[in-house]
């Protein structure tokens, strides 16, 4: 599967962005999706990710209770809506595919990344 992220941008502190990741193919329903991002000199970092039928989702700490995980898969996308954005949410983030529930950042399928700047 191919994946391709968009909607990231430039929004002051306490704003809101939905990041939108579109997936090739006809099969995006077999796949678990998430959303990693990766500050600059920090490491990729969990998110949020959703299962096959968007029932069950689950978030990092740091963004609980202020970013939604949701998917459609007629339209083959998955979306993360952020609200109440702060500076510390600044980096690339990221959407990933695989056929197995994890948190882990070794999906087996990732989109290019989108770049979220959070000023303050």
């Known amino acids: 599967v191919q994946l391709q992220a968009s909607g990231g941008g430039l929004v002051q502190a306490g704003g809101s962005l939905r990041l939108s990741c579109a997936a090739s193919?006809?099969?995006?329903?077999?796949?678990?999706m998430g959303w990693f991002r990766q500050a600059p000199g920090k490491e990729r970092e969990f998110v949020a990710n959703?299962?096959?039928?968007?029932?069950?989702?689950y978030y990092a700490d740091s963004v609980k209770g202020r970013f939604t995980i949701s998917r459609d898969n007629a339209k083959n996308t998955v979306y993360l809506q952020m609200n109440s954005l702060k500076p510390e949410d600044t980096a690339v983030y990221y959407c990933?595919?695989?056929?197995?529930?994890?948190?882990?950042?070794?999906?087996?399928?990732w989109g290019q990344g989108t770049l979220v700047t959070v000023s303050s």
């Open positions: 990933a595919a695989d056929t197995v529930w994890r948190t882990s950042a070794d999906y087996s399928y």
């Open positions: 959703i299962n096959r039928s968007g029932g069950s989702t």
């Open positions: 193919g006809r099969t995006f329903s077999r796949y678990v």
